[in-house]
Every structure is written in structure tokens, then in C-alpha cells.
């Protein structure tokens, strides 16, 4: 049963992790109806590695266009590709806060309140933005236009997805938004902008809970793995595609009015206004 729980929450990481209508609040969501035999200390860092699997997705995907040295590069594509990483770089500096806070988030933040919260303000802002995006044209229309300083700016707005149920592709999405990149830019640059945030996340969730697993728990941890990864690939080619047609608001429909329904929110009486009745 145990090894069936874990690609469900593969499957739900996968499709959520680069959807904005965060991971962490649809793992809570399935954890609600389906739990797995295991330690609390490895269900915390088994939903963080996870998404570790996820962002390999983007690895595979964006292999060309984040590789350097690629032969089939110009010496100008390959600057253009060692300074978007450049920019990453940048872009992940004020995430280096987590690295002081993550035990308070994880014990004060954690909960069904903060995360439905999270989901109907993200929910809103989005459909606002993207209200007032048809009413300006962006700024920042390719990769290569985006400055240090705008980098600094997304990588601002996703310190804020540390608080759980904000969905870090959501805060880093909206954030690009409002200050003028256009839409397939800012999905793309999350993207990249989630190999060295998840890589230090899972790497700090594996040294604070160790390497001694059972042989049940590296199985679980591997299949969990394997489909949030072949999910993923699967979810990013959606999310581009989509995209380049629609905007965001239908997601943010969704987290107002679908997931705090589902999550407790409504059955415990919190946001009552957000609940369908």
C-alpha cells in the first residue's frame, strides 16, 4: 500500500510542482485521506526530494539551452547561456534566508490556515495581474532581455513561497508578471530558477534527517522519485504550451474556489466566504 501512496503523491507532485496551485498544499491534500507507514521525520523529507525528481524533469527538458558548452552552440550562445545562469545565481540569493528559517516554517507554518490562506491571496493576485497584464504589453519578451536586477526582483518574490500553500512557481510567476516579463518567459525562468533552490531544499532535508533508511523507505523514496520525474516532463510541456494561448487566471479560480474546499478549510469553518456550498 505504501509503494501505491507513493506514486500517487509522485503523480500529484509532478503535476503541481510547475502548475501555480501548489505542491505542497495538494501533498497535504492527498496526505488528508492516505497515509503512509512511515516516520513524520521522512514524510517531511521524503515530499521535499521528491520535488528534487521534478526539477531533473527541467535538466532533461532545457538540456541544450542550459548546457554551455553544447557543440552545437556559437561562442556568443554559449556567453548567453553562461550568463543566464548568472542570473540564476542572482536570482536565488535572497533564497539563501531558508537556510536560517526552515525549522520555523516547517513548525509554525505548516498548517491548514496558513496554506488556505496562501491559496485564495495567490488566487486572487492572479487574476488581478492578469486583468490588469491586458492592459499593458511586457517588457522583458526573452530570456536574454532579463537584467540582473529583474532577476534579483523574481528571486524576491520566491523567498515568499517558503511559506507553504503559496506555490514557489506561483509567487515567482506572479512576481515576474508584475514587474513586465511576459508570461512564457516567466514560466521558463522559474524553471531554471528551481534546480539550484530544490537541490539546496532536498539537500538540507537529507542531511537534517540522515542516510539510514530502511529497504522499505529507499523503495518508497525511489518510486515516489521515478513519477514525480516522468510527471513532470509531462506537466512542463502542458504548462508551455498552454501558456502560449491562455493566461493564469484559471488557476487562480482554482485555488480560490476548488482547493481550500478540499484541503479542510471550508469543512473546519475558516474562510467560509472562499467555500462552494
Partial sequence: ?????????????????????????????????????????FMNMFKVVIQL?????VIVLYFHKLNPFSPKKSAKQRWNTIELWMKVV????????????????????SNYVVISLMLIIYGILFIVIEKWNKQRSPRVTKLKELTYWTALGI???????????TSRSGATIVGALLIGVARPVAAEF?????????????????????????????????VGC?????????????????????????????????????????????????CVT
Avoid at 542572482?90 to 516547517?106: E, H, K, N
Avoid at 540522515?210 to 523507505?217: L, R
Fill in 155 to 165: 528571486g524576491c518574490f520566491q523567498v515568499l513561497a517558503m511559506v507553504p500553500g
Fill in 53 to 57: 525528481a521534478s526539477v531533473i524533469a
Fill in 190 to 222: 522559474t524553471f531554471f530558477l528551481a534546480i539550484p533552490t530544490m537541490v539546496a531544499a532536498s539537500g538540507l532535508k537529507l542531511l537534517k534527517f540522515g542516510f539510514h533508511y530502511t529497504g522499505q523507505e529507499i523503495i518508497i523514496l525511489l
Fill in 226 to 274: 521515478v513519477v514525480s520525474f516522468l510527471v513532470s516532463v509531462f506537466a512542463i510541456k502542458f504548462l508551455m504550451g498552454y501558456i502560449k494561448k491562455h493566461d493564469f487566471t484559471v488557476f487562480g479560480y482554482y485555488r480560490i474556489r476548488i482547493l481550500p474546499y478540499y484541503s479542510g478549510s471550508c469543512r473546519s469553518g475558516i474562510f467560509p466566504d472562499f
Fill in 90 to 109: 542572482v536570482a536565488c540569493i535572497p533564497s539563501a534566508v531558508g537556510l536560517f528559517i526552515d525549522d520555523i516554517v516547517d513548525e509554525k507554518l
Fill in 1 to 41: 500500500m505504501d509503494i501505491i501512496i507513493s506514486i500517487i503523491l509522485g503523480i500529484v507532485q509532478g503535476i503541481t510542482e510547475w502548475l501555480p496551485i501548489s505542491s505542497t498544499g495538494h501533498l497535504l491534500l492527498v496526505d488528508e485521506f492516505l497515509h503512509m507507514n512511515v516516520s513524520a521525520d
